[in-house]
């Protein structure tokens, strides 16, 4: 089975200051991870993936993770916070082939303040 | 560019009661999953289609049934519906050969 730990289920930074997301997964096949992003009331937005190519992977709105297997982690980071990245993120996890389920994990709310 | 499209956005019903939330993927998207989400909860998977067929099934009730058309939209039927079924069902979509999942906005269910 495959499960995703996210770290801290609340994360606050300064505007400007480096955002860091902590995903940890357990896998016994190679897996695909993803970040999502879920803004209030709304649908989840894909921010990144990796599917075993070039271990750091970039994303939209200047996100980008580290896929670290020897540390089984896909951190999300990001250099300087803005206001507008207040949200609730999802790391998930999958197989690899078609229609794999994702196993997401318990998210992480950022908060960004002045 | 086109999203999955749900609907509808909003529904209200009472318990023991049925409701049918549809999906309808991006187009030329094959492959379609349901997704269960209660208030500060995780997405949990409930059960996807692949090519009309059912492809995987997770943590769903047996009052829940689901099914994917010839036109590839996607149908979640859930009858004598339970207080506890009350959450944020969103659909998702992805297309032939590509393992990213894209979600539409969800179906609100709110049972009374």
């Not at chain 1, 993120?89 to 998210?107: D, E, H, I, Q, R």
């Not at chain 2, 409701?19 to 995780?42: F, M, N, S």
Request: a neutral charge.
């Amino acid at each position: 089975a495959q499960s995703v730990t996210q770290l801290g289920s609340h994360v606050s930074v300064s505007e400007g200051a480096l955002v860091l997301l902590r995903c940890n997964y357990s896998s016994s096949v190679p897996p695909y991870l993803f970040w999502y992003v879920q803004y209030p009331n709304q649908g989840l937005q894909l921010l990144l993936k990796y599917t075993s190519a070039a271990t750091l992977v970039k994303g939209i709105n200047g996100f980008e993770a580290e896929f670290k297997k020897s540390e089984t982690s896909f951190h999300l980071t990001k250099p300087s916070a803005h206001m507008s990245d207040a949200a609730e993120y999802f790391c998930a996890v999958s197989n690899t082939g078609t229609a794999s389920k994702l196993t997401f994990g318990t998210g992480t709310r950022l908060q960004v303040t002045l | 560019a086109a999203g999955v499209i749900q609907s509808p956005r909003h529904l209200i019903k009472e318990k023991r009661e049925t409701a049918t939330l549809k999906c309808y993927p991006i187009p030329r998207h094959d492959t379609v999953y349901w997704y269960q989400q209660g208030p500060g909860q995780d997405p949990q998977f409930l059960i996807s289609f692949y090519e009309k067929m059912q492809s995987d099934k997770g943590s769903i009730p047996d009052r829940f049934s689901a099914q994917q058309f010839s036109d590839y939209h996607s149908e979640l039927n859930m009858s004598s519906l339970e207080l506890g079924d009350s959450a944020l069902y969103f659909c998702a979509s992805s297309p032939p050969g590509v393992d990213t999942q894209y979600f539409g906005p969800g179906t609100r269910l709110t049972v009374l």
